[in-house]
């Protein structure tokens, strides 16, 4: 007797049974909650946007570098701070069920990136120039622009300690948004000096905000001895008069750091870039100093900072490696695409140059040897598919090459293919004008599909 093969679900995974009850229908899965699917239309901004960091990278001679999305847990603990939010509420990290090892999804990458030039001595010869895109992970709440899983792209340069640097990433940051058709945003600047003068500041502050305990909330409370900086950030409006009563940073530098400071100020200004001293804008961690920036606009609500960046000299010896200089910056690429749909001209998704025609199976094997020959010329071709249903007409394959967006249609009909060549129609042109093409020939006449810019 055959048996009768029914199928059920396990935790949503179709499994085979032999009773013959009727079968449940499988639980629909979607994504996590604040990691999307990026789909066409959307995914050709995407790669518009990274055409155009790939190209602005290579005018900066900025190399690429990729790490690891999972990391020791340690590698952030140390190296963005275990008095940081990040580290105490955002991180997704988990023991290794097979050994034990905790590992977490990183969260940002500037440690990862320090932590291969440590493993892999990349300084050894010279300072370096790198760049980075990709997913990171923090589980916040998912709102405009800022996602558990979100992309970030980061340029860092390691082994410079000279202020040109400085203003070198921040023209490169400037450049890449200007590339991006992207306008009113701001360049606030700070400095943070050095350890010495940073931990005077550190004592003057917390005397100042511990005179005024009835006025911190409790954030700010939990932050006054471990991570004082921050509390100059807050966004409680309640506090706002405090803070800026604050003392500055900026009063505690010594000539040194001031005069990095203003060898900063002054190669932007030569370079036409419009900045404006923040003393409020910090990086709340002890291995900073001197130069910290951010790239700021009002159009997208709380989340407004598009980059964000700073000198690390400390970050190395933190890591475990010798004393190196550091410095570079983050940006968010979901926020930068929310202002490229306000201030940008659209991103037209990509079209093939061409789109075959092909009216039955005998025809196939002919048209799939000319489709091949002309993308190895470089020509962008999408074929139609007969599907369960058979060919399709030629007015309906014409319709659908028009809305494939494609220039032109190449025809593999009996009466061409009888005298070994395709019809190429223009879809673009008024009187949507239509020759032969020789098949034995392709490379002579393959550029004439193309989009030339």
Known sequence: MT???????????????????????????????????????????????????????????????????????????????????????????????????????????????????????????????????GPMFRHERPQRGRYRQFYQLGAEALGFADPQVDAELMLLAHDLLADLGLRDFRVEINSLGLPAE???????????????MDMLDAEAQRRLLTNPLRILDTKNPAMQALVMAAPQLLGFLGESSLRHFDAVKSLLSACGVKWAVNPRLVRGLDYYSHTVFEFVTDQLGAQGTLCGGGRYDGLFELLGGKPTPAVGWGMGLERVLELVKEQAADIAPSAPDAFAVILDAPSLPVAVKALAELRNCGVNVQMHASGVEGWASMKSQLKRADSSGARFALIFGADELAGNCVAVKSLREIDGQQIRQPLGGISSWARTLQLIN
Do not use: C
Request: charged content about 30%.
């Open 3 to 133: 048996e009768k093969l029914t199928a059920s679900t396990v935790d949503g995974v179709l499994v085979p049974k032999s009773d013959g009850r009727p079968v449940a229908k499988a639980e629909k899965l979607v994504s996590v909650k604040g990691m999307n699917d990026i789909l066409p239309p959307d995914s050709a901004r995407w790669d518009w946007l990274e055409d155009k960091v790939r190209t602005r990278m290579k005018r900066y001679a900025y190399q690429s570098i990729r790490t690891p999305i999972l990391e020791p847990t340690a590698l952030f603990v140390r190296g963005t701070g275990e008095a940081t939010d990040i580290v105490e509420k955002e991180m997704y990290s988990f023991e290794d069920r097979l050994n034990g090892e905790l590992l977490t999804l990183r969260p940002e990458n500037t440690p990862g990136v320090v932590r291969a030039a440590i493993q892999h001595n990349l300084t050894y010869d010279g300072g370096k120039r790198l760049y980075y895109m």
């Open 198 to 212: 940073r931990k005077l500041h550190r004592a003057s502050l917390i005397s100042y905000f511990q005179k005024h």
